[in-house]
């Protein structure tokens, strides 16, 4: 009875009484079918193909007629060949399907790739961009170099002034204190300058 109340519980699913189909891996099966539509895309398939049904026809018409299996009209080819078509057309479009599927997933990934790459060169843009205003900024070693010659000149100059301060006091002192002859004019030799 407890058994009975359990198949006929409504929150939980019944078991199904139809027939139960085997089950299979689908990929493996789509490894299977893209191994036969890529041999069947081959030359040498073609090869094979004309070889079998080039015999077929020889040994059908040529051989004697109580060994001939498939006589003129070659029916049973017919049926074979159309046999295979109905498989190969299927396993080919499968193929293609997985084909389509791995080609979709490369161009998404190509797409993600390319979104990533476009802002990595905007950003790298942008940091150009920035570095440019900031040397703007920045003295170039030819603006160094002239200010440096100009401060360079100006030290010169004020070294000189210094030096001809220094003999002007020198020879100042020099004449309070009578040291000789001929002090009375002073001499700067670089007083016109």
Excluded: C
């Excluded at 090869?47 to 051989?63: G, Q």
């Excluded at 007629?65 to 074979?80: I, K, S």
Aim: charged share 35%; no cysteine; proline share 4%.
């Amino acid at each position: 009875m407890v058994e009975r109340r359990r198949a006929e519980r409504l929150d939980q699913p019944r078991e199904s009484r139809g027939v139960r189909l085997p089950r299979f891996d689908p990929e493996a099966f789509g490894r299977w079918s893209e191994a036969i539509a890529r041999g069947m895309g081959t030359a040498h398939f073609i090869v094979y193909m004309t070889v079998v049904i080039t015999s077929w026809f020889a040994w059908n018409t040529l051989a004697p007629a109580h060994l001939r299996f498939d006589p003129y009209t070659f029916t049973f080819l017919t049926l074979v060949l159309s046999l295979q078509a109905s498989y190969a057309a299927p396993l080919i479009l499968l193929a293609q399907n997985r084909q389509a599927d791995r080609d979709r997933l490369t161009m998404e990934e190509d797409r993600r790739r390319a979104g990533m790459q476009k802002a990595d060169t905007e950003y790298l843009a942008r940091e150009i961009a920035a570095l440019r205003n900031a040397i703007g900024e920045v003295a170039t070693r030819d603006f160094l170099r002239s200010e440096l010659a100009r401060l360079a000149e100006e030290l010169d100059e004020a070294g000189q002034r210094r030096q001809r301060l220094e003999r002007r006091q020198q020879e100042r002192v020099t004449q309070r204190t009578g040291g000789g002859e001929g002090l009375d004019e002073p001499r700067d030799e670089l007083d016109g300058d």
